[in-house]
């Protein structure tokens, strides 16, 4: 099993930045990449980024390219999302997940985190 646990969620200014962070234990040998995925309310939730662990390539959902930056930090097993000039529509439930391959499919990762809040206020 892999816990993953998200953090640095909160309430920021449209243009503004925030740093969201997830953090990984057990058995994460058995997984190849990181992802971020968001749900906003009445809407399916969807692909922000991933890492894959090992070399560190990236891939960003359209909404999100130029803005957030995904990054990883193998020794504290920690996966980071760096989100700058933040929209109103950035708002959403941030989920950290991790598969075993390397994959932007959802339906893919194993194992997920209990979310948290980004609110982008006017």
């Known amino acids: 099993q892999v816990q993953l646990v998200e953090s640095g969620g909160g309430l920021v200014q449209a243009g503004g930045s925030l740093r969201l962070s997830c953090a990984a234990s057990?058995?994460?040998?058995?997984?190849?990449?990181m992802g971020w995925f968001r749900q906003a309310p009445g809407r399916e939730r969807e692909f922000v980024a991933r890492?894959?662990?090992?070399?560190?390539?990236?891939r960003y959902g359209d909404s999100v390219k130029g803005r957030f930056t995904i990054s990883r930090d193998n020794a504290k097993n920690t996966v980071y999302l760096q989100m700058n000039s933040l929209k109103l529509e950035d708002t959403a439930v941030y989920y950290c997940?991790?598969?075993?391959?390397?994959?932007?499919?959802?339906?893919?990762?194993?194992?997920w985190g209990q979310g948290t809040q980004v609110t982008v206020s006017s």
């Open positions: 890492i894959i662990w090992s070399g560190g390539s990236t």
């Open positions: 057990g058995r994460t040998f058995s997984t190849s990449v």
């Open positions: 997940a991790a598969s075993g391959v390397i994959t932007t499919a959802q339906s893919l990762y194993n194992y």
